[in-house]
């Protein structure tokens, strides 16, 4: 039952001069959320003050344009929410909200600013694009000395908003695998060139905001205050500048967001402004993660409130995004950082551990402001109809509507896996997984809009998985280049990145440094020189990047793979008087110009093209050029693909 507030209407006597009310101290006010806001926004201002006893005092906005439509008082006298409106007749500057209690007063600064030309219709990602995954504390590191955080004091962002860094306990220290490791903001701006020159467009990484856990911090997903960067990364002016070099380099940023659950020391674990704004049970109760129950007809309540409610672990407090103070938070947190930073879109994690409908309501916030925006949420099942249950406008029979744009593919993503391990296969495993969960496409609204990937930050290396095998790789990188949606790429499996194996196998062994990133590694792999003389552990390094690059600076400009249809095609094989599967698969992607023919061929032996398998689709022979190899050749009977290996033929119909 979400919290009801009592709503005070403002005072209507005439505000005070700001120029004679003393500024408040950090006693006074310890914060003001949004740190800031804009004119002409479709999203509604409401303020979440903390102070002693803040609710006790009547509140004013000084200067023409804003004023105070409401106050809503809630359970903790320390907190208050203020409803502000903000006239498009407003001129940026900044405002003062003048707190008066009892012949006292004091005031606080807040800034108004004009928005960005073009702003509410930025582009976002789409399947033109590859976005690449970063997790930042394992990149790079370019500013040892941010590495211990702040001890403490007085931080000033912008020059307006105090905001006080508490001791940050998880230290440096690269030898172990779940403590820090010192990547930061600046190691990536360092190498957007790199990310550039390997075809990437976009940028999506890990949580890097302030996260104050005691250990395993570096991943940022415990978050600890939602408008802060951790300053063992940089600051939020840093991050800004990020964004912006970025987008010099015609790379989009993707901000990775955690509605659902923060970390238990976020600062409002100490007092929450009401009781009910996390889930509150006693005792402990861990979420299910049983995403059927939301559309299963049978699904007890018992079942759905678990999912809804429960932790997602002990150091993850469950947000109750039922409370509107709660959601109303989280839809303009989402605002503030893509006006504030220019962002280019948003993932959200752990999508379907949310309350649904509250999230559906914030999905529609957020586009609603920005209507090109893309979102993709991490909706982790193999299960292809409950993937697509979440993603916008599908014809769920209980009416439910995300209003989520995008969704990730984790059936392909699995299949994918389970495909290139399998040498003997039957009837419905190698490669023919892949043709599988393609055939399932009719379930979805918009294919073009599924997020691909056969890696992120919380599988094992693919390499480790392959048995560090580049042939299964190329092969997977080619499904990730040529298939429908929009690819991802997790940091270093353009190089077969491996598990540390130096620790117990664990998340963070997995999410390893990237060689080159940190002043004294042995190998610097951001470089040609340094990959071409990498050790024996990399010593497929050079020749994988050249084939990822390839893939994917091809890809840039090619709309029958962006944009374009598919037709794919099943491999058999007669042996005897048996008709069974043959570890390959080929597939066209076609617009009405231009095509893509693109056959896999996962068995130990050469494979011969019958081409007139094909002719539905094209009389043969065809000539085009292999992009793999950038030499002209001729599609036709007889054609043969080595084994272990790809081709990838772009040419017109």
């Known amino acids: 039952m979400a919290a009801v507030a009592l709503t005070v209407s403002c005072s209507s006597s005439k505000t005070p001069d700001p120029s004679k009310v003393p500024d408040a101290t950090s006693q006074e006010v310890a914060r003001v959320e949004p740190l800031s806001w804009w004119i002409g ?128 306990p998880d230290k440096v220290d690269r030898k172990d695998p779940v403590a820090r490791h010192g990547g930061d903001i600046q190691g990536m701006i360092d190498h957007l060139d790199y990310i550039a020159d390997l075809g990437a467009t976009a940028i999506w990484c890990t949580p890097l905001l302030l996260d104050n856990q005691p250990s395993e911090s570096y991943h940022g997903y415990a978050c600890a205050d939602y408008y802060h960067i951790d300053p063992r990364f940089g600051d939020n002016a840093l991050y800004k500048e990020f964004v912006n070099q970025a987008h010099k380099r015609g790379i989009k940023v993707i901000m990775d967001v955690v509605t659902n659950h923060c ?169 023919t997984r892949v043709y599988t969960v393609l055939a399932q496409d009719f379930v979805y609204q918009d294919l073009n809009n599924l997020m691909i990937f056969f890696a992120n930050h919380d599988h094992a290396r693919s390499g480790d998985t392959w048995g560090a095998d580049p042939a299964k790789m190329k092969l997977a990188l080619t499904l990730l280049a040529t298939v429908r949606g929009i690819p991802q790429l997790y940091y270093g499996d353009e190089m077969m990145f491996l598990e540390r194996k130096d620790c117990p196998s664990h998340d963070g062994a997995k999410r390893i440094d990237f060689p080159g990133g940190w002043v004294g590694d042995g190998c610097n792999l951001f470089t040609a020189i340094g990959r071409a003389s990498a050790p024996e552990m990399y ?84 000539t085009g050029t292999e992009i793999l190899s950038g030499e002209t050749v001729t599609l036709k009977n007889g054609f043969s693909v080595a084994p272990k290996s790809a081709i990838v033929v772009e040419f017109k119909r």
């Not at 509604?44 to 004023?67: N, R």
């Not at 509507?401 to 699995?414: G, T």
């Open 263 to 431: 970390g238990t020391s976020h600062w409002w674990m100490k007092e929450a402004p009401f009781k009910d704004w996390y889930h509150v049970n006693d005792p402990y109760m861990q979420m299910n993660a049983l995403f059927a129950v939301y559309m299963d007809p049978h699904a007890s309540k018992a079942d759905r409130d678990r999912q809804e409610s429960g932790w997602f672990v002990p150091s993850m407090p469950d947000m109750n995004l039922d409370n509107p103070f709660v959601l109303k938070y989280f839809q303009q947190w989402a605002v503030w950082w893509t006006e504030y930073a220019g962002l280019d879109g948003l993932r959200v994690d752990t999508y379907p551990y949310n309350e649904p409908d509250p999230m559906s309501k914030w999905c529609k916030a957020v586009t609603d402001e920005y209507p090109n925006l893309n979102i993709v949420g991490e909706c982790w099942d193999y299960n292809i109809p409950q993937v697509a249950y979440w993603q916008k406008d599908n014809p769920n029979k209980n009416g439910f509507n995300s209003n989520l744009p995008c969704v990730m593919d984790f059936p392909l993503e699995h299949a994918i896996h389970q495909a290139l391990n399998e040498e003997q296969v039957f009837w419905d495993e190698g490669l």
């Open 539 to 622: 010593s497929t390094a050079a020749e994988l990047h050249d084939y990822t690059r390839t893939l994917f600076q091809w890809r840039k400009s090619c709309k029958a793979v962006q944009e374009g249809k598919t037709l794919h095609f099943l491999s058999r094989m007669n042996v005897g008087a048996r008709n069974i599967t043959d570890n390959s698969y080929s597939f066209f992607r076609y617009t009405d110009t231009d095509a893509v023919f693109v056959y896999l061929n996962n068995n130990s032996e050469p494979r011969t093209l019958d081409w007139d398998h094909y002719r539905e689709f094209v009389e043969g022979p065809v």
């Open 41 to 168: 926004m479709k999203t509604e201002l409401q303020l979440m003050i903390q102070g002693p006893e803040v609710s006790s005092y009547d509140i004013a906005v000084s200067g023409k344009g804003l004023s105070v439509k409401a106050v809503h008082k809630a359970d903790s006298p320390n907190f208050v929410f203020v409803d502000v409106e903000v006239a498009s007749s407003a001129k940026a500057g900044t405002y003062y909200l003048i707190f008066s209690r009892d012949g006292k007063s004091f005031k606080y600064p807040y800034l108004i600013q004009d928005r960005e030309e073009g702003s509410a219709n930025r582009e976002s990602y789409t399947s033109a694009d590859m976005i690449y995954l970063i997790m930042p504390d394992r990149f790079a590191s370019a500013t040892p000395a941010n590495d211990k955080g702040w001890p403490g004091g007085q931080y000033v962002d912008g020059s307006l908003v105090p905001w006080y860094v508490p001791q940050t």
